[in-house]
Structures are given as C-alpha cells and as structure tokens.
C-alpha cells in the first residue's frame, strides 16, 4: 500500500503544479464587433416552414379530424366507466 499511496500523492502534486502553472493561461477574449454582427445577420427566428405549407383547408380538416378523435375518446371512456362500475348487468340465462 506504500508504493500506491506515494504514486498518488506524486500525481496529486505533479495535478497541483500543473494547475497552478495554468492558472493564469486561460482569460476572457471578447469577440470583435464584424463577427458578432455577421453571426447576427446569419442567425434569424423564421416561423415554422410547415405555417407556410399549411393552407386553410388543411387547417379544417386537421381541426375536424382532432375533434372527431376527441369525442370518440371521450365516448369510449365513458362507457369503460360506465361498464367498469357495472352499468347493465347480465344475468345467466334459466334453461
């Protein structure tokens, strides 16, 4: 365990001396004024390219289509309800 701990402790040093060596390498360095502007210029919110496509018919049928799907989901979870807390129940047949 000595030779480990004294490999260690030498990394740990040899880590300390490299920081402190670093320490004063790495500074703020502002970006010059012709960048930032052509960043600027490249760099543009533009809305959704599918808005550009989309017509008002496909709007109405995307919307009529979502509707239909909502009170089809809304039916089937109320008869799952419906049918979960016993709604009709079925009595066995008498021969």
Known sequence: ???A?????ASKA???SI???????FRMVPPRREFVRGLARQIQI???AISHRLTDL????????SMFSLVALIFVSVRAVIN???GR???PRQA
């Not at 496909?58 to 289509?65: E, G, K, N, T």
């Open 1 to 3: 365990m000595g030779v």
């Open 5 to 9: 701990k004294h490999i260690i402790d």
């Open 14 to 16: 040899t880590y300390s």
């Open 19 to 25: 920081e402190k060596r670093l320490g004063g390498v």
């Open 46 to 48: 533009h809305p959704p």
């Open 58 to 65: 496909h709007f109405f049928v995307i919307m009529l289509a």
């Open 84 to 86: 979960f807390f016993g």
């Open 89 to 91: 129940r079925r009595t």
